[in-house]
T-cell receptor, first 114, second 111 residues
Framework: NAGVTQTPKFQVLKTGQSMTLQCAQDMNHNSMYWYRQDPGMGLRLIYYSASEGTTDKGEVPNGYNVSRLNKREFSLRLESAAPSQTSVYFC?????????????FGSGTQLSVL | QKEVEQNSGPLSVPEGAIASLNCTYSDRGSQSFFWYRQYSGKSPELIMSIYSNGDKEDGRFTAQLNKASQYVSLLIRDSQPSDSATYLCAVKRGNDYKLSFGAGTTVTVRA
């Protein structure tokens, strides 16, 4: 049972380059998310997808695009990378239990933009 | 003002002691509260959720919620070296999808 799988684990880009972070979950969750984590800032939501076919902006969407390819997969694209996008990126999916919502996170992608 | 505030620590406690972590939030409409644990270099994992005022216990962990004071805390009893991690407080309004995280408190349990 893989859970949430993210690729790549590490990436170095030059300013202006583009790349796509891939995420897939095998838990049949409807909702998927992309977060970034920076020192002293906590986790900040970039985009989320409440269900297949829908995507919405989070707190820090500028410079990113997303695609919910199907129920399993949710990708994050940086069209023109900037040094400010150096961060650790986490994909997550969620189940809604009786009382709330539990996030399951992927292992993260450490991205450096030079 | 940040939506969710935590003392960054580090909080150093001796093995076997109680570690007490605090979190305050600014949105009075928040209804769901979570504590995630994150080991260095790893992804966060949920350890506690709480939705009603009062205490909720799960093993060595106790979450406490006071909505009037906009305050949620986590107690770790009989702290073990394996509890050394960063603990993230997270808060959510109603049926919103957006979960707001604090910056985390780093806990070190010294043997």
């Amino acid at each position: 049972n893989a859970g949430v799988t993210q690729t790549p684990k590490f990436q170095v880009l030059k300013t202006g380059q583009s790349m796509t972070l891939q995420c897939a979950q095998d838990m049949n969750h409807n909702s998927m998310y992309w977060y970034r984590q920076d020192p002293g800032m906590g986790l900040r939501l970039i985009y989320y997808s409440a269900s297949e076919g829908t995507t919405d902006k989070g707190e820090v969407p500028n410079g990113y695009n997303v695609s919910r390819l199907n129920k399993r997969e949710f990708s994050l694209r940086l069209e023109s990378a900037a040094p400010s996008q150096t961060s650790v990126y986490f994909c997550a999916s969620s189940e809604r239990d009786r009382a709330g919502e539990k996030l399951f996170f992927g292992s993260g992608t450490q991205l450096s933009v030079l | 003002q940040k939506e969710v505030e935590q003392n960054s620590g580090p909080l150093s406690v001796p093995e076997g002691a109680i570690a007490s972590l605090n979190c305050t939030y600014s949105d009075r409409g928040s209804q769901s509260f979570f504590w995630y644990r994150q080991y260095s270099g790893k992804s966060p994992e949920l350890i506690m959720s709480i939705y009603s005022n009062g205490d909720k216990e799960d093993g060595r962990f106790t979450a406490q919620l006071n909505k009037a004071s906009q305050y949620v805390s986590l107690l770790i009893r009989d702290s073990q070296p394996s509890d050394s991690a960063t603990y993230l407080c997270a808060v959510k309004r109603g049926n919103d999808y957006k979960l707001s995280f604090g910056a985390g408190t780093t806990v070190t349990v010294r043997a």
